[in-house]
Structures are given as structure tokens and as C-alpha cells.
């Protein structure tokens, strides 16, 4: 459905730190041993599907989880101009230049020592990236093997 156009997206106004918070609260529930920082979340209102963006949100948050053993996952909201930026980050095991780019296609896996016997398809990443560009934001890596990743996403904030 998502490859054709046809997943169809409820859009509405909400509130987007609300569901940062809920679905920060819902993860660590999930996942107690690992600790999630959220260092800044202003309010800000933004029109999309709440389900869907929660569906983004939550594939970052148990990716850091998964590649992160122990570290604390640190998740940052900023507002400039009429948009709205999230990163989750990670003191984990980081990501190659060279499969930066490819991280977001369809079924691709990181590959390396240890890294496929983390569960997984390869969808996560590409799902999201559809429904961000879907909504008219951006979504990108930063990252360094050894020393973490960091994913930002960007949404245009809802002007009433």
C-alpha cells in the first residue's frame, strides 16, 4: 500500500509534544533498562496523522534501543521558522558513511561485525521516510561508527 500511494493519512491538528510524550512514556515502558532524556519540548502544534507520526517516532526511539546496549537515548524538539525538528540520539554503535545514504531504501540492513543478528526486515526505516516526506518534512542520519547516531526529522509547524 505504502510503495502504490494508497496508505491513506487521517491529518488533523495536534498537539505534536503531547505525543512526543506519550510516546516516549509507551517505549520506556517497554524498555526500562534504557534511559530516554527528553532535553527540550516546546509546545507546537503541527497538522498530520497523529497515528502515523507516532508509528516514526516510536520506529527511531526501539531502533536507538536496539543498537544502543545500555546508553541513554536523548530526544531534542526545536522550533525555527515554520518548522518543527525532532532528533533522537544514541551513544551506540553508530553507522559508516557509506550506508548512510542507503539506511532509508527498502529492506536494506547495516551491515557488519554483529549487526545482523539484530531483528528487523529493513522496513522501519523506509516506512518512515515515506510518511515524512508524505507530510512535507525531511528525514536524515548523522552518525559515526563507535560513537552513536543521531536521526532528526522535520515537519512544517501548523499555522491556524
Known amino acids: 500500500r505504502l510503495r502504490e500511494g494508497e496508505l491513506i493519512y487521517n491529518?488533523?491538528?495536534f498537539q505534536f509534544e503531547i505525543l512526543l510524550?506519550?510516546?516516549i512514556d509507551e517505549v520506556q515502558r517497554m524498555s526500562s533498562s534504557y534511559k530516554m532524556v527528553l532535553k527540550n519540548n516546546p509546545p507546537v502544534k503541527i497538522f498530520a496523522d497523529r497515528e502515523r507520526i507516532g508509528q516514526v517516532i516510536t520506529n527511531l526511539l526501539t531502533n536507538a534501543i536496539k543498537y544502543c546496549m545500555g546508553c541513554d537515548i536523548l530526544i531534542n524538539v526545536e522550533i525555527k521558522h515554520n518548522e518543527m525538528a525532532c532528533s533522537i540520539h544514541d551513544n551506540g554503535v553508530g553507522i559508516s558513511k557509506d550506508q548512510q545514504d542507503k539506511i532509508f531504501e527498502r529492506f536494506y540492513r547495516v551491515s557488519g561485525v554483529n549487526l545482523h543478528t539484530y531483528p528487523g526486515l529493513g522496513l522501519g526505516l523506509y516506512i518512515s521516510k515515506e510518511?515524512?516526506?508524505r507530510h512535507k518534512?525531511?528525514?536524515?542520519v548523522e552518525s559515526e561508527p563507535k560513537k552513536g547516531t543521531t536521526f532528526y526529522f522535520t515537519l512544517p509547524v501548523y499555522e491556524e
Open 21 to 23: 510524550e506519550e510516546t
Open 11 to 13: 491529518r488533523h491538528p
Open 137 to 140: 518534512g525531511k528525514i536524515y
Open 131 to 133: 510518511i515524512i516526506q
